[in-house]
């Protein structure tokens, strides 16, 4: 018979799991007699399973037909899992964030108005005058939740400029909003932006001038006669958006896209492999991974797609540059490509790759959470298979004893946001530094705060080299680290930073971390080093 093989045992178990009609996977676990054993009254029943074809995990045949079916309940159940975690934005919260938007545009076309009369334009320009607000980032990809911020670029024309139009007459017109909060202004970035609440929804706003006297709402910006001239700034802070249009150009589904790149990044945020500051990926870098995995295969369903990519990423031989598929001729990595260890490039800007703060320590997490993945998904078609192990919280306190332990404090809450952005900026210094003194330093990127501090504060904890018991001069990386972080920040006096080393018991309640039912072993290198040899790794210096 067809499924007649040395599996035949683990067979009949995937028959009392799977229900031939429905093929749903949610039936009771009975674990298979041995062979021989079977009760011939299932045999039919199995039979009709297990025709010829492919090969199933468990190394019998399954028919193709079959398999679609099981990779579809999958899918679904993937959806199912992802409603139920609330990652798709309700009715109502798109109708705010839309609203936002629309509320923006306006502000912006008072603003132009404003700057033109002061610039004492004729009229007629006066009347023609416009500029407009347009989304990106995970927004702009409609990928967002509602902890995303939304990424949105003003777009003006040649008579507005950033250093005076945007950040003071927009700024001093936002400022004195009361719908407006936790305003920022982040001008030393590559992207400078202003960061603020509008009716309690984030916005980041960089700005870009282009050469015209009126930029139309709709205005399309990978149209070369609106970039000619334009300044190397604007270009920069235009680059989210041209990439964003190129990579929705580029998808053959763009809703698979969107599913697969939403699971992807609670996967990343849930296993701690997520904030670019904190030398992980940001959004850009999944969207253009997850990309690439959809080009990679046109038409599989969204389980294909997902076991797909940790397969792809598990074994992706890096520093080889991800990159897309655009039609244009591939050209060499820059050098700063090069360096990078793991080089993403941005779609049709065949120089530009995502920048990246990933250091060495936060490549060999990154690896062993893909290899993770990989070792966990490859089960997919088992009968017991359950997304929620996927995404499962990393758990700090079981895998590292000591952690670094950063609070910022404020004595005015209204600076903490700027605080804590601005150190994060300078994050990789650190990280740099502990990893030259420990070997290895995975920094968590969530924020915690400190009850015990009386004034507004928020706290990392950064896991330690488990190989290493010995002390960690944290007197001297402090001092480094403050020296990085005082050039150029104004007023020190009332923002504070702290250093310690504690042990993983004196971490908070809500940072520890019980829930991996394993106890998290199978991140240690010995385990999955077992999967290939070319999967295998090991933690730097460990140990050493
Ligand atoms: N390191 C980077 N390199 C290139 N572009 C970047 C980088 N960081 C951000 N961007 C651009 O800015 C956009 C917004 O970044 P942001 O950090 O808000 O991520 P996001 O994709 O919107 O995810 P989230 O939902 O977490 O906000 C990105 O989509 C990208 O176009
Ligand atoms: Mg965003
Ligand atoms: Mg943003």
């Known amino acids: 018979m067809a499924y007649a093989n040395q599996n035949q045992g683990l067979l009949v178990r995937y028959h009392h799991l799977i229900d031939p009609r429905t093929l749903s996977p949610s039936l009771t676990f009975v674990n298979g007699p041995p062979m021989g054993l079977i009760n011939p009254r299932i045999r039919p029943v199995v039979h009709q399973l297990v025709p010829v074809n492919v090969v199933s995990p468990f190394g019998f045949v399954l028919n193709p037909a079959v398999l679609v079916r099981l990779e579809e309940a999958r899918s679904r159940s993937l959806l199912q899992f992802m409603e139920d975690e609330g990652l798709v934005p309700s009715s109502e919260e798109e109708i705010t964030r839309k609203n936002a938007i629309e509320k923006l545009k306006q502000i912006v076309m008072e603003w132009i108005k404003k700057v033109a009369r002061q610039r004492r334009l004729c009229e007629h320009d006066i009347t023609?005058?416009?500029?407009?607000?347009?989304?990106?980032?995970?927004?702009?990809?409609?990928?967002?939740?509602?902890?995303?911020?939304?990424?949105?670029?003003?777009?003006?024309?040649?008579?507005?400029?950033?250093?005076?139009?945007?950040?003071?007459?927009?700024?001093?017109?936002?400022?004195?909003?009361?719908?407006?909060?936790?305003?920022?202004?982040?001008?030393?970035?590559?992207?400078?932006?202003?960061?603020?609440?509008?009716?309690?929804?984030?916005?980041?706003?960089?700005?870009?001038?282009?050469?015209?006297?009126?930029?139309?709402?709709?205005?399309?910006?990978?149209?070369?006669?609106?970039?000619?001239?334009?300044?190397?700034?604007?270009?920069?802070?235009?680059?989210?958006?041209?990439?964003?249009?190129?990579?929705?150009?580029?998808?053959?589904?763009?809703?698979?896209?969107?599913?697969?790149?939403?699971?992807?990044?609670?996967?990343?945020?849930?296993?701690?492999?997520?904030?670019?500051?904190?030398?992980?990926?940001?959004?850009?870098?999944?969207?253009?991974?997850?990309?690439?995995?959809?080009?990679?295969?046109?038409?599989?369903?969204?389980?294909?797609?997902?076991?797909?990519?940790?397969?792809?990423?598990?074994?992706?031989?890096?520093?080889?540059?991800?990159?897309?598929?655009?039609?244009?001729?591939?050209?060499?990595?820059?050098?700063?490509?090069?360096?990078?260890?793991?080089?993403?490039?941005?779609?049709?800007?065949?120089?530009?790759?995502?920048?990246?703060?990933?250091?060495?320590?936060?490549?060999?997490?990154?690896?062993?959470?893909?290899?993770?993945?990989?070792?966990?998904?490859?089960?997919?078609?088992?009968?017991?298979?359950?997304?929620?192990?996927?995404?499962?919280?990393?758990?700090?306190?079981?895998?590292?004893?000591?952690?670094?332990?950063?609070?910022?404090?404020?004595?005015?809450?209204?600076?903490?946001?700027?605080?804590?952005?601005?150190?994060?900026?300078?994050?990789?210094?650190?990280?740099?530094?502990?990893?030259?003194?420990?070997?290895?330093?995975?920094?968590?990127?969530?924020?915690?705060?400190?009850v015990n501090v009386a004034e507004p504060n928020i706290v990392f904890y950064w896991g330690l080299n488990p190989g290493r018991s010995g002390f960690l001069d944290i007197r001297s990386v402090k001092e480094d680290f403050v020296k990085s972080i005082t050039n150029g920040s104004q007023g020190p006096t009332t923002r504070k930073i702290t250093l310690s080393v504690v042990q993983a018991s004196q971490l908070p309640k809500n940072a520890q971390f019980e829930s991996e039912s394993n106890n998290g072993s199978d991140y240690l290198p010995s385990n999955i080093g077992c999967l290939t040899t070319n999967a295998s790794f090991d933690y730097p210096n460990a140990g050493g």
């Open 128 to 450: 023609a005058a416009s500029a407009t607000v347009l989304t990106f980032g995970s927004y702009g990809l409609g990928v967002h939740n509602s902890e995303s911020d939304i990424d949105a670029i003003c777009i003006g024309p040649r008579f507005a400029t950033l250093a005076e139009d945007f950040f003071i007459i927009l700024h001093d017109m936002l400022t004195s909003r009361p719908d407006v909060s936790e305003f920022q202004c982040i001008k030393d970035a590559k992207v400078p932006l202003m960061r603020f609440k509008l009716d309690g929804i984030s916005i980041d706003l960089p700005y870009a001038q282009l050469k015209v006297m009126s930029v139309s709402e709709n205005v399309d910006i990978l149209n070369p006669y609106f970039l000619r001239g334009i300044d190397e700034t604007s270009w920069r802070s235009l680059s989210g958006v041209h990439a964003n249009k190129c990579i929705l150009q580029l998808l053959p589904n763009m809703e698979v896209f969107q599913s697969l790149l939403r699971c992807v990044k609670l996967w990343a945020k849930r296993r701690g492999v997520y904030g670019n500051l904190l030398g992980f990926f940001g959004g850009v870098h999944l969207a253009i991974l997850v990309a690439y995995v959809c080009q990679s295969h046109p038409n599989a369903s969204l389980s294909g797609l997902i076991s797909s990519f940790f397969n792809t990423f598990a074994f992706w031989n890096w520093p080889s540059s991800v990159i897309l598929q655009d039609g244009m001729l591939p050209i060499p990595p820059s050098a700063a490509e090069i360096r990078s260890l793991m080089p993403i490039r941005l779609p049709c800007r065949p120089r530009e790759y995502c920048h990246s703060n990933i250091t060495e320590s936060t490549f060999y997490k990154i690896r062993a959470e893909f290899i993770r993945g990989h070792a966990l998904i490859k089960d997919l078609m088992r009968p017991d298979f359950a997304w929620t192990r996927l995404f499962e919280p990393f758990p700090y306190t079981k895998m590292y004893t000591r952690f670094i332990k950063i609070c910022l404090s404020v004595s005015d809450r209204d600076e903490l946001g700027e605080w804590v952005g601005w150190v994060k900026s300078r994050f990789r210094n650190l990280l740099v530094k502990v990893e030259e003194l420990q070997g290895f330093c995975d920094p968590n990127p969530t924020q915690y705060v400190d």
